[in-house]
């Protein structure tokens, strides 16, 4: 399989992290997301979305929408439950994660590293930390309860929700207050085959 | 099984939708979105994002998140393919929909039928509305190619895609160019057991 992915990306690094602990031999394509590598023609045939991650599998068909690679990739293993209602739940997050979460925790986190210090976009910061505090505080109210987003057990949900929240403060939030939330994420870190968002993948090809 | 909705939402609609297709019965409880029905106690017990679709089911457990929804529902029926890559790229066009194409599909729609006329939030329409032609121009793209979005068969894909675009001229979409796209809406509503987005289910609870 080869990986289209972009390094500081955390949809990109769902992907990554769930083919370390998964076992599975990848080639990983770095693509600029900065230089407009996701809009040429070529990339625009693989994904007429024109976004990274895009996982190209080995008979040529191309998957996009990180959540749903992911789902592709843990079907069958431990990450994906087996019962219909504990799937349904584990949806349930990965949709939270991309409507509710990811643009005001990742969105804030891209403004503030990647995009110049005077442009404009950083007086979408104030609404979208709002936004991303509501979504934390739902996550953390979840984890009061229970030491994993579903049925008890690490799965795809965790690792959808982790990818940007480990990295939240670089983006402005204060994880302090989210005392479960803190303890979950260190109880992600501790699964085994762990990789960081920032491992370039071993198989790199330019 | 109860199901906590708005009549004029589309994230509800899909359900409604999928209840209806699949012949299950469900009662209706109506949520008055626009008066806080989502914010109180009750509900927030219910769904501690206080969104609507929240489907009860039987033993009292909530599912929210209407893509998360219409899977379980429709997982082991026609709506939704066995095929592990058939059932990714369903997800894929699912995360796409809240992704991409909600925000700026639906959300102007809400702005012009449920805001003040004026209401700041009209501001951000023509942003929303250059998005939502990207996402409606990928759409078209695909479908130029196939008579579903799936595996040439309607699925829950089709469904989530159908609930906003079909009404995407109230919020000031015109989808005169794109040709295959509104030939996939006919293809859709001509469905077997198809139900109207206004059409309110026979047990309705107050």
Chains 1, 2 share one sequence.
């Not at 068909?61 to 219909?84: C, K, M």
């Not at 997050?93 to 005001?104: A, G, I, K, R």
């Not at 009061?144 to 690792?159: L, M």
């Not at 109880?187 to 085994?192: I, L, N, Y």
């Amino acid at each position: 399989m080869k990986l289209y992915d972009y390094l500081d990306s955390g949809n990109g690094y769902k992907v990554r992290l769930v083919l370390a602990q998964l076992g599975l031999p990848f080639d990983w394509v770095e693509c600029d997301i900065l230089q407009g590598a996701t809009r040429t023609p070529q990339f625009l045939a693989r994904n007429p979305n024109g976004r990274i991650p895009t996982l190209e599998l080995d008979d040529g068909t191309h998957l996009a929408e990180s959540n749903a690679i992911i789902w592709y990739l843990g079907e069958g293993s431990p990450l994906v439950p087996d019962d219909r209602l504990l799937r349904a739940q584990v949806l349930q997050w990965m949709f939270f994660e991309q409507y509710s979460h990811e643009p005001y925790v990742a969105t804030p986190r891209f403004i503030v590293r990647h995009l110049p210090a005077n442009s404009p976009r950083r007086t979408e910061l104030p609404d979208r930390l709002e936004r991303g505090r509501a979504a934390l505080a739902v996550m953390d109210h979840h984890l009061g309860g229970q030491r994993f987003f579903v049925g008890n057990r690490y799965t795809i949900a965790d690792v959808a929700l982790y990818a940007y929240t480990h990295v939240a403060h670089e983006g402005g939030h204060d994880l302090t207050p989210y005392t479960h939330l803190r303890a979950w994420l260190d109880r992600v870190q501790s699964q085994p085959g762990h990789v960081l968002l920032l491992a370039r993948p071993a198989r790199h090809l330019a």
